[in-house]
């Protein structure tokens, strides 16, 4: 249940429609909670395989360092937006996921992630990516984004 009703209700999706959104972008911004307080956000790629979100990382830096302190993060992304001058306003499709960010240790699950990066963004490429995901297979981090919520918004104009 949503704790926090979307002040214009008539632009929240389905959660079929959201996922939909979720699963046509390839970035998104990932904040998490920062030192002294302030939240800390990067933008980052990600996939969607079987309806989890993954996204892959260095293993060390600073939003490493912030996971190790608190696993509760905030998801964001914009797959498509557009001004629209004539109505001072903009069209757009958005998705918010809050919850834990997870180590994927998992190493089925991990090349299963990394390889979908492969296939899904880099089409063409499988053969130079799935050496490129052999050689840096342990020195790759993958993290999943747990949600404990997801909601999508959309304006057509």
Known sequence: MNKHPMHKADRQLSPEDTLAILKKGDHGTLSVNGDDGYPYAVPINYIVVNDKVYLHSAPYGYKMECLE???????????????????ITAAFESVIITGDVAMVTDEAEKRAALEAFVTQKHPGYEEIGFKMIDKLFHKTALLRVDAQEMTGKAYKG
Do not use: G
Not at 69 to 87: D, T
């Open 69 to 87: 302190k608190s696993k509760k993060c905030c998801f964001s992304v914009i797959v498509s937006a557009q001004i629209l001058p004539s109505k």
